[in-house]
């Protein structure tokens, strides 16, 4: 799905995650963080009352510190809420309020507002815990796309899931299905009987697994994936082993190989074309792309130093970035010069010392992803997040820094 079909961008998507993350990172002394999820459709006037209710039932509450702090955080919602007309925006709002703590015995009230969130607020909550509510947003940034997997040989089967760009194994079996060679003292004929019962039997415990497993989700899922040797998958789909709706729902059988988990990733491969717009190859296609170019071509960058001077260039096509990505970028003034460096998130900033000796100055701290985009953005590079649920996605991030780009033109950075 598009942006214009209403799919956020990966940007949108980034900046809802780190938002997340944050809120995920406070916590309260005791049930006093509040978060109310509030769909589109739900009269603020509605949202209002129900505000000032919470407000007068919280005076019941035994502890003092933890009264006064529920209340702040009611008092400070309903003054944003007066931000709004008779709706919120489209897709709903989220706010979140509480003393959080600060460290030191000490607190801060923090007050967040979410709009028009990745997918819209189906109903309205309200949740007053000591952390704040951020699962239902973390399940709209969840993986897109489910496909059903299944390998099989007459020797093992795997059966899992490919969720958005995520292969996820789940269930495996081996087999009493008997070599081709008889044992002695059975008939030809015995033995064939035999072991044509054995592989009717293994394949039914593997549609029986994968039937557990894909019909409760049949509604939700895109496809069904086959894969394994000739004749076996042949077989496995031809008999009609699979839940008649699963049935339907077979995109194809592709030969493979390996049937153990790894099995599942090389049938991923295998169906390139069947899955050429979901999120998993796409993020193949760009890395496989960046490795030519690193090996065989000119046109590969990577590493924030070489990255950020070929974006200042306009050379960058497509800047590559890894979605496990949590570095902050500083920019300090050298006598009129700007001089940059990445340091993890965490990390307090550190001494600079300027390349022509002067003495560095703190000019900005910002999320590395944040000022990489905003790059890209003014010299119409186009920015694509890279999961890290595949090898070449693992390497980005572990190898590369977690930055990288295809360029335009070989520039020798």
């Known amino acids: 799905m598009s942006e214009q079909d209403g799919e956020p961008s990966d940007k949108q998507k980034y900046e809802f995650k780190k938002v997340i993350e944050e809120l995920e990172e406070y916590s309260g002394s005791g049930t006093q963080l509040v978060t109310i999820y509030v769909p589109e459709d739900r009269q603020i006037s509605d949202v209002v009352e129900h505000v000032v209710q919470e407000h ?13 702090a529920v209340q702040d955080a009611l008092t400070s919602i309903k003054d944003r809420l007066r931000y709004y007309g008779n709706f919120p925006p489209e897709k709903g709002l989220v706010i979140f309020s509480g003393a959080v703590d600060s ?4 607190t801060e009230m923090v007050t967040k507002v979410l709009e028009s969130p990745p997918e819209p607020i189906q109903s309205f909550r309200y949740h007053c815990d000591s952390a704040f509510l951020t699962e239902p947003l973390a399940e709209m940034l ?26 996820e194994p789940v269930k495996s079996a081996s087999s009493l299905v008997p070599g081709k060679q008889r044992k002695g003292g059975q008939s030809a004929q015995r033995f064939a009987r035999l072991r044509l019962e054995a592989i009717d039997n293994f394949y039914q415990e593997v549609a029986g697994m994968a039937n557990d497993l894909f019909v409760p989700k049949r509604h939700e899922m895109d496809g069904v994936l086959i894969g394994g040797p000739s004749p076996t998958k042949d077989e496995f789909l031809d008999g009609e082993y699979l839940h008649h709706e699963l049935q339907e729902m077979v ?9 153990d988990e790894s099995g599942l990733s090389d049938l991923v491969d295998a169906a390139e074309d069947v899955l050429a717009e979901t999120e998993v190859m796409r993020d193949k296609s760009e890395m496989e792309e960046f490795f030519e170019q690193l090996h065989d071509g000119q046109r590969a960058t990577y590493g924030f130093d070489a990255t950020r001077q070929n974006l200042v260039m306009g050379a960058v096509d497509r800047l590559l970035i890894s979605e496990d990505l949590r570095k902050d970028v500083v920019t300090y003034d050298c006598d ?38 905003a790059l890209a953005e003014q010299r119409g590079s186009e920015a694509k997040f890279i999961s890290t649920d595949f090898e070449k996605g693992e390497q980005l991030l572990t190898a590369f820094g977690g930055i990288a780009g295809i360029l335009r033109y070989s520039t020798g950075v």
């Open 103 to 106: 460290g030191g015995g000490q």
């Open 56 to 68: 007068s039932e919280a005076s019941n509450i035994k502890s003092k510190q933890t009264k006064t």
């Open 142 to 167: 969840g993986d897109k796309g489910l496909y059903g997997l299944v390998v099989l040989d007459r020797r093992e089967a795997n059966v899992g899931w490919l969720k958005g760009k995520r292969i």
């Open 336 to 373: 009129g010069r700007e001089e940059f460096e990445l340091v993890d998130r965490r990390a307090k900033t550190p001494t600079h010392t300027c390349e022509n000796g002067a003495e560095a100055t703190v000019v900005e701290r910002e999320d590395a992803i944040d000022h990489l985009i």
């Open 251 to 259: 995109l194809g059988k592709f030969d493979v190989s390996y049937t």
